[in-house]
């Protein structure tokens, strides 16, 4: 029989015959030894089984295999593909993957919890209609000159057109839309023409139902080049408007603007409807209650597609790492979290931490997340914990946090870089409440630069992800190098933290010292915060 003693003796010599092969061709490099020891072409299958290099921040990332997780994602995938293309929250892609994640973990020797919220399904079931009906009819392009804001509610109005506090020009300040105010003499019965600017467009909806508008219209602000064409954005999870809203780009909202007596039809092809969908929450059986490392990512992808990339690829890592710690002993408890109805606006991590007891939360020493972790042509980013690259600090602890994934890249002597704290992902109530964070993503619509391609190899001035909230994010929308080298990271870090937290608790310590206490320190409730932060996004919609 195979003991601890024997799998440690294998482990040991795997890291010898490393060495040795490495010697062989010239002088080893740390950098060299760990690649080859970490990221194997062949791992014995008793190697992992015992706990002895699951169990270290070292051996752990030779346990992460790209294969086993790959896996994982082909079941995710076969999943979307037995339901219609999708597992969007709230439909049985969702209900089938959340199965195949909770019987893993079950059979791993997991409890595992689903923990219900409420939320707002919204799939768009066709293309949406904008025409003009007088003075004369035009037609407008779908995708083109308009396109739905996600949250809409569905409908079918024809009115007349009555402009709300416009500003239009080069360099405008709009506010359009944003007090009740704006709409004071709004001709109820009307579609309102409304300019984005300042606040949110929930906001600016909501403001117009209010007045008696039968639909909205909501075009860019143009007030700098990069703010006239179409957006990815949404009204909320939380929208109470009941009226069908539209977003338009700013040379057609200025054009309208303009026009006498203008009518228009707009139709939204939608659904929205109260549900009910899950998180799935499991953690070790060892490790302090009251110092929990907690991990996450979202299980859930847009209507459109599979999301194997996003986010299968950080949902198959932590499904991976939660079997490779079964036998682990941490001295803090490990917290997994595969998040719900992300792609709806955060709504589950949302959820998670708004009803999170104060002495609870206070007990989540960090939280790690792994949003899209192998895009294809991928770069390696790290969130941005300490500021350094964009200038939004997280809460304390988040910058020795940030330090650690830097440190894992360095052994590997591999190139990284910081991502923007942009409330994209489930990191933001969090952040926003003062949980230290940190984590990795390898990058989603916006394009790889020059220098990019100079340090991650790929193609300059192509998505990092060019399937992404597409029907090609599938299996083979993953690049697997990519992959094994950040499924090493989550276990790298998640190991050294599982065994001691010591890093963040400095910079906690050192926080509460300069600014009057921990408590003062961990106050920041998401209203301050909201008030603090130029928050644009939440999740990967603009809201604003």
Same mark, same amino acid.
């Given at each position: 029989?195979?003991?601890? !003693?024997?799998? *440690?003796?294998? /482990?040991?010599?795997?890291? &010898? @015959? #490393?060495?040795?092969?490495?010697?062989?061709?010239? %002088?080893?490099?740390?950098?060299?030894?760990?690649?080859?020891?970490?990221?194997?072409?062949?791992?014995?299958?008793?190697?992992?089984?015992?706990?002895?290099?699951?169990?270290?921040?070292?051996?752990?990332?030779?346990?992460?295999?790209?294969?086993?997780?790959?896996?994982?994602?082909?079941?995710?995938?076969?999943?979307?593909?037995?339901?219609?293309?999708?597992?969007?929250?709230?439909?049985?892609?969702?209900?089938?993957?959340?199965?195949?994640? !909770?019987?893993? *973990?079950?059979? /791993?020797?997991?409890?595992? &919890? @689903? #923990?219900?919220?409420?939320?707002?399904?919204?799939? %768009?079931?066709?293309?949406?209609?904008?025409?003009?009906?007088?003075?004369?009819?035009?037609?407008?392009?779908?995708?083109?000159?308009?396109?739905?804001?996600?949250?809409?509610?569905?409908?079918?109005?024809?009115?007349?057109?009555?402009?709300?506090?416009?500003?239009?020009?080069?360099?405008?300040?709009?506010?359009?839309?944003?007090?009740?105010?704006?709409?004071?003499?709004?001709?109820?019965?009307?579609?309102?023409?409304?300019?984005?600017?300042?606040?949110?467009?929930?906001?600016? /909806?909501?403001?117009?139902?209010?007045?008696?508008?039968?639909?909205?219209?909501i075009f860019n602000q143009g007030n700098t080049e990069d703010r006239k064409g179409l957006m990815n954005a949404t009204l909320g999870d939380d929208y109470t408007g009941g009226i069908p809203v539209v977003f338009a780009t700013?040379?057609?909202?200025?054009?309208?603007?303009?026009?006498?007596?203008?009518?228009?039809?707009?139709?939204?092809?939608?659904?929205?409807?109260?549900?009910?969908?899950?998180?799935?929450?499991?953690?070790?059986?060892?490790?302090?209650?009251?110092?929990v490392v907690m991990v996450g990512s979202h299980l859930d992808s847009v209507y459109e597609g599979a999301g194997i990339n996003d986010n299968g690829s950080g949902s198959a890592a932590l499904l991976e790492l939660a079997q490779q710690m079964r036998r682990a002993h941490p001295r803090n408890k490990i917290r997994f979290a595969w998040w719900g109805?992300?792609?709806?606006?955060?709504?589950?991590?949302?959820?998670?931490?708004?009803?999170?007891?104060?002495?609870?939360?206070?007990?989540?020493?960090?939280?790690?997340?792994?949003?899209?972790?192998?895009?294809?042509?991928?770069?390696?980013?790290?969130?941005?914990?300490?500021?350094?690259?964009?200038?939004?600090?997280?809460?304390?602890?988040?910058?020795?946090?940030?330090?650690?994934?830097?440190?894992?890249?360095?052994?590997?002597?591999?190139?990284?870089?910081?991502?923007?704290?942009?409330?994209?992902?489930?990191?933001?109530?969090?952040?926003?409440?003062?949980?230290?964070?940190?984590?990795?993503?390898?990058?989603?619509?916006?394009?790889?630069?020059?220098?990019?391609?100079?340090?991650?190899?790929?193609?300059?001035?192509?998505?990092?992800?060019?399937?992404?909230?597409?029907?090609?994010?599938?299996?083979?929308?993953?690049?697997?190098?990519?992959?094994?080298?950040?499924?090493?990271?989550?276990?790298?870090?998640?190991?050294?933290?599982?065994?001691?937290?010591?890093?963040?608790?400095?910079?906690?310590?050192?926080?509460?010292?300069?600014?009057?206490?921990?408590?003062?320190?961990?106050?920041?409730?998401?209203?301050?915060?909201?008030?603090?932060?130029?928050?644009?996004?939440?999740?990967?919609?603009?809201?604003?």
């Amino acid at each position: 029989m195979l003991t601890k !003693k024997t799998s *440690l003796s294998m /482990a040991l010599s795997s890291l &010898t @015959l #490393a060495l040795a092969t490495a010697a062989h061709s010239a %002088p080893p490099s740390r950098s060299d030894l760990l690649n080859e020891f970490w990221s194997p072409d062949r791992l014995h299958p008793l190697e992992c089984r015992f706990g002895v290099l699951n169990n270290s921040p070292w051996g752990l990332p030779r346990c992460m295999q790209a294969k086993n997780v790959m896996s994982h994602l082909q079941m995710l995938n076969d999943i979307a593909g037995a339901n219609d293309g999708t597992r969007a929250a709230g439909l049985p892609g969702y209900d089938a993957s959340v199965d195949y994640i !909770k019987s893993t *973990l079950e059979s /791993a020797g997991y409890d595992v &919890t @689903l #923990a219900p919220f409420p939320f707002n399904a919204f799939y %768009p079931q066709g293309p949406g209609t904008l025409e003009t009906t007088a003075p004369d009819t035009t037609s407008y392009e779908w995708e083109v000159d308009f396109t739905y804001l996600s949250q809409t509610d569905a409908g079918d109005v024809t009115g007349p057109v009555a402009a709300v506090d416009l500003a239009l020009g080069p360099d405008n300040a709009s506010t359009s839309g944003c007090e009740a105010e704006d709409f004071a003499g709004f001709p109820a019965g009307s579609i309102a023409l409304v300019q984005r600017g300042s606040c949110t467009f929930q906001i600016k /909806a909501e403001n117009a139902a209010a007045a008696g508008a039968i639909g909205v219209i909501i075009f860019n602000q143009g007030n700098t080049e990069d703010r006239k064409g179409l957006m990815n954005a949404t009204l909320g999870d939380d929208y109470t408007g009941g009226i069908p809203v539209v977003f338009a780009t700013y040379d057609n909202g200025a054009a309208w603007a303009g026009a006498e007596g203008l009518q228009m039809h707009v139709v939204t092809d939608v659904v929205r409807k109260q549900t009910e969908t899950v998180n799935v929450i499991a953690e070790s059986r060892r490790g302090n209650p009251d110092n929990v490392v907690m991990v996450g990512s979202h299980l859930d992808s847009v209507y459109e597609g599979a999301g194997i990339n996003d986010n299968g690829s950080g949902s198959a890592a932590l499904l991976e790492l939660a079997q490779q710690m079964r036998r682990a002993h941490p001295r803090n408890k490990i917290r997994f979290a595969w998040w719900g109805a992300e792609e709806s606006g955060l709504v589950g991590s949302t959820h998670y931490v708004q009803n999170l007891p104060e002495d609870e939360l206070k007990k989540i020493k960090v939280y790690l997340n792994f949003d899209m972790i192998a895009s294809p042509n991928f770069a390696y980013m790290i969130y941005d914990g300490d500021g350094s690259d964009f200038g939004l600090e997280g809460p304390p602890g988040s910058k020795a946090t940030e330090k650690l994934f830097e440190d894992y890249y360095k052994l590997r002597a591999l190139p990284y870089e910081g991502t923007e704290i942009s409330f994209r992902s489930d990191y933001a109530q969090f952040f926003t409440d003062g949980v230290a964070f940190g984590g990795l993503f390898t990058g989603a619509e916006v394009a790889k630069t020059e220098e990019q391609a100079e340090k991650y190899g790929g193609d300059a001035g192509v998505a990092l992800d060019p399937c992404y909230h597409q029907a090609c994010d599938n299996i083979n929308n993953i690049a697997q190098d990519a992959l094994e080298i950040n499924i090493d990271a989550v276990a790298f870090v998640t190991s050294w933290l599982s065994l001691s937290t010591k890093v963040i608790d400095d910079e906690i310590e050192a926080a509460a010292k300069k600014d009057e206490g921990v408590a003062a320190m961990r106050a920041f409730s998401a209203s301050s915060s909201a008030s603090s932060y130029d928050i644009t996004h939440w999740g990967k919609h603009w809201i604003k």
